[in-house]
Each structure stands twice: as structure tokens, then as C-alpha cells.
């Protein structure tokens, strides 16, 4: 059964770091694009930062320079490092794997950016 399992949100200060992580199963990881999106209270998920299968990324222009976005194709695992974070940055923060006409989302995990 496909799966994508979110880990690594939680609470952190402004000016602090957090690094995501995106476990996959079930999916032949290596073949498919994988995304970061999330969801404030009261808006729309936007994407944060995309990964290929080849490893070319995007990112929102909002965030280029304070995100990263990497795979380990090894452990079926792609990440996202934040940094610099700000309170703009709390929401939900979710998982996304697309390939061909196949996608997935996992359940979300909570950024939560406060002093």
C-alpha cells in the first residue's frame, strides 16, 4: 500500500531551523517527483518546493535561499531544510509524490513558528 509518513514538525523559534523528512513506501520511489506543500489556517496549500526524479528542484520564490529540498533515493526519503524561519511559516506542511498519472499526499506534519 503507497504511503507517505511526514515527520520532524514541531515547535521552534523564529530565526530557527527545522529539517522535514518524508518517508515513502509502497511506490517505486525512485521514478517519481516529489513536493513540498502547506496550509495555513485560512488559506490555500501552496507548494513550497518541488524535486524530480532526476533531482532538478523549484521552490516558491518566497522561500528560495531560507529552504532546501533533497531525496535519498536509498531510504525512499526526501527532506525539507528550513531555515531562518519566520511565524509566516507555520502551517501544516505536507508530502506529495507524483508520477505519471499517479500522485499521493501524506497526512501532514505541524510547523509552528513562535517565541
Known amino acids: 500500500q503507497e504511503q507517505l509518513v511526514e515527520s520532524g514538525g514541531g515547535l521552534v523559534q523564529p530565526g530557527g531551523s527545522l529539517r522535514l523528512s518524508c518517508a515513502a513506501s509502497?511506490?517505486?520511489?525512485?521514478?517519481?517527483?516529489m513536493g513540498w506543500y502547506r496550509q495555513a489556517p485560512g488559506k490555500q496549500r501552496e507548494l513550497v518546493a518541488g524535486?524530480?526524479?532526476?533531482?532538478?528542484?523549484n521552490y516558491a520564490d518566497s522561500l528560495k535561499g531560507r529552504f532546501t529540498i533533497s531525496r535519498d533515493n536509498a531510504k525512499n526519503t526526501v527532506y525539507l531544510q528550513m531555515n531562518s524561519l519566520k511565524p509566516e511559516d507555520t502551517a501544516v506542511y505536507f508530502c506529495?509524490?507524483?508520477?505519471?498519472?499517479?500522485?499521493?499526499w501524506g497526512q501532514g506534519t505541524q510547523v509552528t513558528v513562535s517565541s
Open positions: 524535486i524530480t526524479s532526476g533531482g532538478s528542484t
Open positions: 509502497g511506490i517505486i520511489f525512485s521514478i517519481y517527483a
Open positions: 506529495y509524490a507524483h508520477a505519471a498519472l499517479k500522485s499521493y
